[in-house]
């Protein structure tokens, strides 16, 4: 009876041992590598994101309210300028601003992405909504990683974060909204931010 039990006694050490020695080396790693897997992590999401940035189509909300609203902002803001510096501003698009409905919305999201349309020189439809659809979905990787950062702050756990980052990123409906709605997306990236910040 104890010949039994003196025999049993060591293999369950080793195997107590083993896995012990086993969990601190992975453990080992990972407190020094988990950059990696985080970068990993993130530079796969980016490059998906972007290969399929073209496969969402439009909407028109997407035309007629966000870009439109960008790009009369930003002849408002030119306006304004040339009123200061040159003492010219445009009545005539003063009028059209004091009967735009959609003045309550912010626009500085949508200015931007007008910018980047105008900087690259884009005219046909197809080069302007893909040029949206990228800059809406980079916009939300960012957003991406800062919730990262907070969850793995709020709970001290790089692997808690990336798990509620990946929650937060097949979410269908804001898988599908990161790449063409500028409204909400632009905002939870903003939202997000204020809240890792505070």
């Not at 803001?77 to 003063?94: C, K, M, Y």
């Not at 059209?96 to 959609?102: H, K, P, S, V, W």
């Amino acid at each position: 009876m104890s010949h039994t039990s003196t025999q049993t006694v060591p293999h369950s050490l080793f195997l107590v041992n083993w896995y012990t020695q086993t969990v601190h080396s992975f453990s080992r790693f990972f407190r020094y590598r988990y950059r990696i897997v985080v970068a990993l992590f993130f530079g796969a999401y980016l490059l998906l994101g972007l290969s399929i940035a073209g496969d969402y189509g439009t909407n028109t909300d997407e035309w007629v309210h966000c870009r439109n609203r960008g790009i009369i902002f930003v002849k408002l803001a030119i306006s304004r300028i040339n009123g200061v510096v040159f003492g010219r501003p445009d009545t005539e698009l003063e009028a059209l601003y004091a009967a735009y409905d959609d003045k309550d919305y912010g626009a500085v999201y949508e200015m931007a992405m007008v910018a980047v349309e105008g900087a690259l020189r884009l005219k046909d439809e197809r080069s302007i909504t893909l040029s949206r659809h990228i800059f809406v979905f980079v916009v939300f990787w960012l957003s991406a990683y800062f919730f990262y950062q907070l969850i793995g702050q709020r709970f001290h756990s790089w692997r808690i974060g990336l798990l509620g980052c990946l929650m937060l990123i097949l979410s269908p409906r804001i898988f599908a909204d990161s790449f063409y709605n500028s409204k909400d997306i632009g905002f939870l990236r903003f939202y997000i931010q204020r809240i890792l910040v505070v």
